[in-house]
Structures are given as C-alpha cells and as structure tokens.
C-alpha cells in the first residue's frame, strides 16, 4: 500500500502542485485528500445503481454486498491511502525509501512559507494525530487551531457522508445507510497515527469534494416505484421429513378407523360454500339474497341524512341493542340492486379496520332492502374543505396515511373501493377520518356485474385506466386516494373541474396533466408520483403509508393524530 500511497501523491503533485505559500507539495497533499474523498462516493454509487434492480429486499445476500462496499470504500481504502502518504512523507523525512523519485524529492526542501518551513519537515517531522490532540507541545500551529481541523474537519465531513448514503438509499428505510458512514467512523478513529500536518492538508481536500460527491449519487437516481412495490419472491417450503426405508419397514401401519355406526351414504348432506368473513361489530350476519331478515319495526328511524337515485340513508335506533345506527334503503330494488347491495354488505363484513364504516345486518323494511350500518356522526370531507378551506401538510398526512391504511386492509381481503373522494371520507368530531360507500365495491371472482357497461366512480377522481375501461385494481384506488389527498390540499381536483361529467370522464381517459396539484406542499413530489398514469410505476399504499408517516416523524407529529376538529351542529 505503501507504493500506491506514494503513486497518489506523485499523480496529485501531477494534477495540482503549484509553486507558491504554503508549497507544492502541501497542495499536493490537498489533491490527495481530494482523491481519496472519491472513494466513499464511488461506494455510494455502486450501492443506488445495485438498488435500481433489487429496490428494498434486504435479505442476507445484499446486505453481505451493501457491506461489504462500506467497508471497502469508507474504510479500508481511504485509511490505508491516508496512512501510506503519512508514511512516505516520515520516509523522505528521516532519508528512508519514500517511493518518490529524485526531482520529486529535492522539491520537498525548499522553503516556501515562514510558518511552514522545509515541507518535508512539516509534512513528516512532527506528531501523529494522537499525539497532538493528547500530548500537545506547542510547536508548529497552535492548539485551538489543531482542534478545529483535526475535529471540525473530519465531523463536517462525516456529515455530508452521510448525505450521500442516505442518498444512495432514497424511498427505502434509512438504516441501511450506516454500511457506509460508520465505516468512515472507524476509518478517522484509525487515523490516529497519521501525522498531524498530513492529517490537517488531507482533510482540507477532502471536505469539498465529499460536498460535491453528493450530485453524482443524486444523479443516479432512487429506484423506480415497480421495483420497489415488487413483491419478494416466496421462500421455498421445506420438504417434510420422510424417514429411512428400514425405519419405515418396521413401522406397523395404523389400525383402520372403527366402523361408523348407523352410517347412512344418503343421509351425508353436500359440502358447504365457504362462508364470507363477518365484521367485528356484534348483530346478524349479512344474508344472502332471498334469506333476508325481517326489520319487524326493530330499526327506528330519526332523521333523514341524504338521498340519491339508490336511495336514501337515515339514522335510526337499533331498539333491541339500544345503539344509534346508519340505513342505506334501495328504494324499488330489482335483482342487480339486490346483488349490489348484498356486495357491500359482504365486502364491508370482510374487512375489519377501525377507520372503514362496519356492516350490522341487511334487513327488509318496508319501503325497501336496508342496509344496517355504524352511524358515524361528522361530516364528509368535502364539506370540511368547503366551509374551512384546504387542510395543512400535517392533517392531509394523517389523513393519507389512516386512509392508506384502512385501503391496505380491505385490499388484503380482496375488496376494491373503487369510488373514493371527498364526499366518501367522514370526518368525526375528534378529527379522526373513516372510509364509507362501499356501494360499487367489488371483490375478486365477483366479475358478473361489471358487465352492465357502466361508468364505475366519480369523473372528477377516477384513475385513468379505469376511465378508459380496463379492470379496476389496488392501483386504481391508490390514485383516487392520491386525487382526493390533492383535493385537500388544494380545494380542487387535480385535473380541474370540467363542466359536464362526459367531459372529467374525456380528460380522465386522455391522462390529461395535473393542473391543480398543490404547489408548496411538502407531499407534492408523492402526490406526483401517485398520480402517475401508469399505474406500474404508481407507489403502493403501504409505500406511501410508510413515506407519510416517515414524514410526519420527522416534523416532530404523530400520524394517528386528529385530521381536523371542528364542532358538530347542535340537533333541536
């Protein structure tokens, strides 16, 4: 190492020697620093473009990778380099072999500068590192002066290490970043026996370029949202243990189960359909259609809350179980509407999570097929932006990251909202978001009712693959999600309004530009992102889960805080 320490130097002297105060080879010594700053950005580069292909799946074998370029190019590398010229420096000082060829040696004594003297004492005659910052002498620069570069220097450039390594490791978990900056931790910590004055230049040449070795790690890029939403590949299942042959030979085999008694072949009823999952919420399971339980007067009826061309939704006391509840009546139901609403209450029973409304029963009443749903007191978002204006950075993080959360759950039970909005998100009086109208929902295998050629959500807030008519996804959702979120911030769609549905519907097929994005929000480079008309390269919800709630931590707030808190209207 010693020779390459030496050919270092030589090419730095090559590269800029100039022949002026404090010396040539002092600046020389700078350039050496420069050039060993290089090495932790080579390794942080090397790591973003691995991390183009493998994204965040840190199993065994990247991170032996990811740590072993730490090691290399933040540690052994640069403390080597910077003990090798250390020791050529003593070397030509003490007359030793430097490595150093003849011209290069007699220019290492002149004289250039008072304070510096005859380079290759000042370069290779004085105290290590160690020695300097414990045992002080009072020769050459003063004490407060070595205590700021010998400190100040190497903190500053730790700092901007650690930029590029967390750079390196841009959309994905920040630990990972320590394979780089706590190897060069350890490489100053061993460069304790560097001689101080060496140590001092090095570390002069070394702090700019570590600011500047930022932009090419920057310049490579984070890796794309479909390598890091991809999914890992399964582990294989281990094979069941089968003993030896002889083991088996000796083995008796099991005695036959005893006869059953009064055994009757005709009297053994069909296997049973599976049933559907059931929602926490105590009350009677969602029946089918044609097995519906009778109201029987058990659902009083308050006051009216809204009305449609489905029809309309009140809240009504549940008089056996003493609870204010939702009815969601289809007025003059026929088959399909029947169907639809036995979906929801299906798709609604499947999923369990605090922020989605929860399903009680599907009754008969008499004026309709009912509904029986949680009775959320609050008003919808849409009313909130109206009366109050758009929301902060702080409470549309909250409520992207409860809302992403409350999508993950009921895409996790195969159930797609498709029809999410401002006017689909309920705000209670605590603040805290809840996610209602799973009318259109659908869930997997359930193909037979998108047949009807119907336009499925709202123009103003439907993704662009599901307006021009392919099938809907997570994906989908996760860009009317996004739209929504805009919509809070910005008090408009993020394509604008448009003055007849058929138009939103045409901009929303043409993937029209995101005209009303929020321009100053700290979410905005997400929303981009989620807004994407791919809907590969769009983040999943737990990315973007993950990203918010990173955020939120780092400005100090919690993400399962209240979104807003307003006063609910007082009944007479």
Not at 285 to 313: C, E, W
Not at 378 to 400: E, F, K, N, Q, Y
Request: hydrophobic share 45%.
């Amino acid at each position: 190492m010693g020779g390459l320490a030496s050919s270092l130097l030589s090419l730095a002297h090559t590269l800029f020697g100039p022949g002026i105060c404090p010396g040539d080879w002092v600046w020389a010594t700078s350039t050496a620093g420069a050039l060993i700053a290089l090495f932790p950005v080579l390794g942080s580069v090397v790591i973003a473009i691995i991390r183009k292909g493998t994204g965040n799946r840190y199993d065994m074998t990247t991170l032996s990778i990811f740590g072993g370029i730490g090691l290399v190019a933040a540690l052994v590398f640069p403390w080597l380099l910077s003990l090798g010229v250390s020791e050529t420096y003593r070397a030509a000082f003490s007359g030793g072999a430097s490595g150093l060829s003849g011209a290069e040696m007699s220019t290492l004594d002149k004289d250039f500068c008072s304070w510096v003297g005859v380079q290759k004492e000042y370069l290779g005659g004085g105290q290590n590192v160690y020695e300097t910052l414990f045992y002080p002498t009072g020769q050459g620069l003063s004490y407060g002066l070595y205590l700021v570069l010998l400190l100040g220097l190497p903190a500053a450039s730790l700092l901007f290490v650690m930029l590029q390594a967390r750079t390196a490791f841009r959309r994905g978990p920040k630990w990972p970043s320590r394979f780089i900056w706590i190897p060069f931790v350890a490489m100053f910590l061993f460069s304790a026996g560097v001689e101080a004055n060496t140590a001092v230049h090095l570390w002069l040449g070394f702090l700019p370029f570590s600011v500047l070795g930022i932009i090419p790690v920057a310049l490579v890029g984070p890796p794309p949202w479909s390598v890091i939403n991809r999914p890992e590949r399964p582990r294989p299942e281990p094979e069941p243990y089968r003993p030896p042959p002889s083991q088996v030979a000796q083995t008796p085999p099991p005695p036959p189960p005893p006869p059953l008694k009064n055994y009757n072949p005709t009297s053994v009823a069909p296997a049973a359909e599976p049933a559907p999952l059931l929602a926490a919420a105590p009350g009677p399971i969602p029946a089918p259609p044609g097995s519906r339980n009778a109201g029987g007067g058990r659902y009083r009826r308050i006051k009216q809350l809204g009305a449609g061309g489905f029809g309309t939704v009140w809240q009504a006391h549940d008089t056996q179980l003493n609870r204010t509840v939702a009815l969601k009546i289809a007025h003059a139901p026929d088959r399909d509407t029947e169907e639809r609403m036995q979906r929801e209450a299906r798709a609604l029973a499947a999923v369990s999570h605090p922020n989605c409304v929860r399903v009680y029963d599907l009754v008969e009443e008499n004026d309709g097929l009912a509904l029986v749903m949680e009775y959320l007191e609050g008003r919808p978002l849409a009313a909130i932006v109206d009366g109050h204006g758009p929301l902060d950075d702080i409470a549309a993080g909250r409520l992207w990251a409860t809302m992403a959360g409350a999508l993950a759950a009921a895409h996790a039970k195969g159930v797609l909202h498709r029809d999410i909005k401002p006017s689909n998100i309920i705000l209670d009086p605590g603040g805290l978001a809840h996610l209602i109208d799973f009318g259109i929902a659908r869930s997997k295998g359930d193909s037979k009712l998108t047949a009807t050629g119907m336009m499925i959500g709202t123009p103003d807030f439907v993704a662009p693959e599901t307006a021009m008519g392919s099938q809907a996804s997570p994906a989908s959702d996760a860009w009317q999600l996004a739209a929504t979120i805009s919509y809070a911030l910005s008090g408009q769609p993020p394509r604008g309004t448009r003055e007849t549905p058929m138009a939103a519907l045409m901009a929303a097929a043409r993937s029209e530009p995101m005209s009303c994005l929020p321009a100053r929000s700290a979410h905005s480079r997400l929303l981009i992102a989620s807004l994407d008309a791919d809907p590969r390269r769009r983040p999943t919800l737990t990315a973007v889960r993950r990203e918010v709630e990173g955020w939120l931590s780092r400005v100090g707030k919690s993400a399962d805080g209240p979104v807003t808190q307003f006063v609910p209207r007082q009944t007479r």
